[in-house]
């Protein structure tokens, strides 16, 4: 099946500098790629998504590039708030052999965003 | 606009028990989904739904129980429950499935299994 692979598992930045997150996937197949952000004792929220057939898509601080030949995307914030402290989880499509896509998510990234 | 709601927030139980988590959404959403989130695991599909009375099993399905009588509601049973299921239990719904559709969370229920 689809195995998702997420680094770093926590980040700590200064409020202002730029955060990266890297996700990789297995199956060439997955065409659909979220992001979301679970702030403290509330479920994930949809921050950003991408398509496989885009290479990037941003949304004013946040953008999300994907590279479908070396099967990995990422998350990067620029210009770091400290409400940007949270746990970030990457996601990918997966239909396997049921032909339903269901979403195999990444182990998360803690940014901390100090002041 | 509630959206997506979980019942309880936090359960206490003992093993052996039976404990049933609720779901609730207002959007009529076709798709819905049960996770579990475990330190080092992230997010993992405990079942899903594509439609009232149609369910289907996701990666951890062993000792879970669910139905779905009515397209808003998406209850989750633990028959017999034992303290490696005590995690915390999001719900989710989904438009559409095609393509990988967004799917919203509710806000997670805490369970311990003492």
């Known amino acids: 099946g689809e195995n998702v692979e997420q680094h770093p598992s926590t980040l700590s930045v200064q409020e202002g500098d730029s955060a990266v997150i890297k996700c990789t996937y297995s199956?060439?197949?997955?065409?659909?790629f979220p992001w979301y952000k679970q702030e403290l004792g509330k479920g994930p929220q949809l921050i950003i998504d991408?398509?496989?057939?885009?290479g990037e898509k941003k949304d004013q601080r946040i953008a999300v590039t994907l590279n479908k030949t070396a099967k990995h995307f990422s998350l990067h914030i620029t210009e770091t708030q400290p409400e940007d402290s949270a746990v970030y989880f990457c996601a990918a499509s997966w239909e396997g052999n049921t032909g339903f896509q269901k979403l195999v998510f990444g182990t998360g990234t803690r940014l901390l965003v100090s002041p | 606009d509630a959206g997506i709601t979980q019942s309880p927030r936090y359960k206490i139980t003992e093993t052996g028990r039976q404990v049933t988590l609720m779901c609730h959404q207002t959007?009529?959403?076709?798709?819905m989904f049960w996770y579990r989130q475990d330190l080092g695991h992230g997010l993992r599909l405990i079942y899903y739904s594509a439609a009232a009375d149609i369910t289907d099993k996701g990666e951890v399905p062993d000792g879970y129980v669910v139905s779905r009588s009515k397209t808003e509601n998406f209850p989750l049973t633990l028959e017999s429950a034992t303290r490696s299921q005590t995690s915390v239990y999001f719900c989710?719904?989904?438009?559409?499935?095609?393509?990988?559709?967004?799917?919203?969370f509710g806000p997670g229920t805490r369970l311990t299994v003492l």
């Open positions: 989710a719904s989904s438009e559409s499935a095609s393509g990988g559709g967004t799917q919203f």
């Open positions: 991408i398509r496989s057939n885009v």
């Open positions: 959007w009529s959403h076709s798709y």
């Open positions: 199956d060439s197949a997955s065409n659909y």
